[in-house]
């Protein structure tokens, strides 16, 4: 591959399930990052972390849903993959949360991560559904249901390169 092509990546789409859900708040990207890289450490030494590091990073975290997305390259993703099992907690301010990495999905890009967790919070929004105890609960999930569309998504994405596409043309002038 020639030096000036970007390297095929993978990216895992995870969920950080901790003890007690309140610790979702702590989390930051810093502090995934070190993580997943001390458990590659830990999983394959310095040969796993010179494999994996080279396009480590973490694209994505939601603190509130507990939702991650990392990026490795596609050789060495296994390696990273394997390594995530052995997280039992994430520290934070010199705080220890106990907690897991449950991967939901492995993909090539960012969009199909993206595709895969609109489906994904829909099946849980219909689970959820099934628990809601008041009329307005249920018109509240349901209306959340609704709104888990591609639409939305293709909407922001076409924002997103009409922007590109502007800032490309200015740098051109």
């Known amino acids: 591959m020639a030096p000036h092509q970007s390297q095929p990546a993978r990216y895992l789409l995870c969920e950080i399930v901790f003890e007690n859900p309140q610790f979702r708040h702590c989390i930051e990207e810093k502090n995934v990052?070190?993580?997943v890289k001390d458990a590659i450490i830990?999983?394959?030494?310095?040969?796993?972390?010179g494999c994996c590091s080279l396009s480590l990073a973490?694209?994505?975290?939601?603190?509130?849903?507990?939702i991650v997305l990392i990026r490795c390259r596609k050789d060495f993703y296994r390696l990273l993959w394997s390594a995530m099992q052995l997280?039992?907690?994430?520290?934070?301010?010199n705080q220890k949360y106990p907690c897991f990495f449950n991967t939901l999905h492995v993909g090539g890009t960012i969009r199909t991560c993206?595709?895969?967790l609109i489906q994904y919070n829909r099946k849980q929004l219909?689970?959820?559904?099934k628990d809601c105890k008041t009329k307005g609960e249920r018109e509240s999930v349901q209306r959340s249901i609704l709104s888990c569309s591609l639409k939305e998504l293709e909407q922001d994405q076409l924002k997103?390169?009409?922007e590109?596409?502007?800032?490309?043309?200015?740098?051109?002038?």
Do not use: C, M, P
Request: proline letters at 0%.
């Open 33 to 35: 990052y070190k993580t």
């Open 42 to 49: 830990r999983a394959h030494g310095d040969f796993g972390l």
């Open 58 to 66: 973490v694209k994505y975290l939601n603190a509130y849903t507990g």
């Open 87 to 93: 997280i039992t907690f994430l520290e934070s301010k």
């Open 114 to 116: 993206q595709k895969f």
């Open 126 to 129: 219909l689970l959820l559904l």
């Open 160 to 162: 997103y390169q009409e």
């Open 164 to 173: 590109v596409t502007e800032a490309d043309a200015n740098q051109v002038l």
